[in-house]
């Protein structure tokens, strides 16, 4: 072979190994990429499901059994009692940034509502009336939300707080709640706090890392073909 001809060989296999190695880069990058996002989406589903149940359970640390019973009582809504609850539900929603906070009481196939929070910005017409009475199965949209609804009644009746979040995902968007017993003296629930914080930013924020990886990957294509 001449050396003309064994420079131009040295070449090629020098410039497909060049691809090679930038080919393996890119398929690292992508791999790399995924695991990161399946780590980030995790990581942040777990805070954000520690975030709403540890805000049912402060918010429920608020209120006495004197105040359900103040509240639940006849006209309770007119007492100071109430106001002073709903004071504080407003001002720990806001500062948590919760989409929606409410105190109520449990039944197997329903709730009594005892407070419903407003705060700026709210629509006054989706406020929750006071010892409004609602069934778990007009509130549910899917077979999943009811069996939620149900284990919130389980839990109410075993005085414990939800262990793991409701996920909601439908017109109104996609949230996470949980609820969170208020306990007499002796452990035994009289009422619960229902939370709701909002998952949206964190979907954004998945699904711009997601549309950052499919470009990676439609790169990576690209140099192959």
């Known amino acids: 072979m001449k050396k003309g001809q064994t420079s131009t060989v040295r070449f ?65 809504n007119q007492t100071a009692t109430y106001q002073r609850v709903v004071d504080n539900l407003n001002a720990f929603r806001k500062s948590n940034e919760l989409v929606y906070l409410y105190l109520m009481i449990p039944r197997e196939d329903s709730m009594l509502i005892l407070a419903d929070t407003f705060i700026e910005g709210d629509d006054p017409a989706n406020v929750l009336p006071y010892r409004a009475v609602l069934k778990y199965s007009d509130l549910a949209t899917t077979p999943e939300q009811l069996a939620a609804y ?19 995902d439908n017109e109104y968007g996609y ?15 009289v009422a619960m706090i229902s939370t709701t914080i909002s998952m949206q930013e964190v979907r954004d924020y998945l699904n711009r890392y997601l549309l950052l990886i499919v470009a990676l990957s439609t790169a990576t294509i690209a140099l192959l073909i």
């Open 175 to 189: 949230m996470y709640g949980a609820a969170a017993p208020v306990l007499d003296q002796n452990g035994k629930s």
């Open 150 to 168: 149900q284990k919130m009644y389980t839990d109410f009746s075993s005085n414990r707080a939800s262990d793991t979040p409701q996920i909601t």
């Open 12 to 76: 090629k296999l020098q410039s497909k190994l060049m691809t090679a190695v930038v080919l393996l880069g890119l398929a690292l990058a992508l791999i790399i990429s995924i695991l990161s996002y399946l780590s980030s989406k995790t990581a942040l589903e777990e805070q954000y499901a520690t975030r709403v149940i540890m805000a049912a359970k402060s918010s429920a640390g608020y209120i006495t059994t004197q105040d359900i019973a103040e509240i639940s009582s006849q006209n309770g």
